[in-house]
Nanobody, 127 residues
Framework: QGQLVESGGGLVQPGGSLRLSCAAS????????ILWFRQAPGKEREIISC????????YIPDSVKGRITISKDNAKNTVYLQMNSLKPEDPAVYHCATEFHGFYYCSAYELKDYPYWGQGTQVTVSS
């Protein structure tokens, strides 16, 4: 079975940056869309970004637009989430997720359409 493993989280000061990685094994990430979401304690899951299969377009919600960049390295079978200008409200466990259809326009779908999650990586923002 395929697995997703997130890494790159940690402690960062407000205004700092982190690059999260989502490494896949057992599946090829160029064949499926990939989504990032986060969940803080006591809060609902929030979609941060997604990118379509192959050369499909990326989607960034307005809530984090301008601070988030998603990219893929198919040779490494890894998806990256670059986060800049981190804010005190950004701390959460960040997960990557994928689906089994091969969505091209990932913006047309919801978190419930992405049943395969990684275990997540913790991001903490503190001065």
């Amino acid at each position: 079975q395929g697995q997703l493993v997130e890494s790159g989280g940690g402690l960062v000061q407000p205004g700092g940056s982190l690059r999260l990685s989502c490494a896949a094994s057992g599946i090829s990430l160029d064949a499926y869309s990939i989504l990032w979401f986060r969940q803080a304690p006591g809060k609902e899951r929030e979609i941060i970004s997604c990118i379509g299969r192959g050369d499909g377009p990326a989607y960034i919600p307005d809530s984090v637009k301008g601070r988030i960049t998603i990219s893929k390295d198919n040779a490494k079978n890894t998806v990256y989430l670059q986060m800049n200008s981190l804010k005190p409200e950004d701390p959460a466990v960040y997960h990557c997720a994928t689906e089994f259809h091969g969505f091209y326009y990932c913006s047309a779908y919801e978190l419930k359409d992405y049943p395969y999650w990684g275990q997540g990586t913790q991001v903490t923002v503190s001065s």
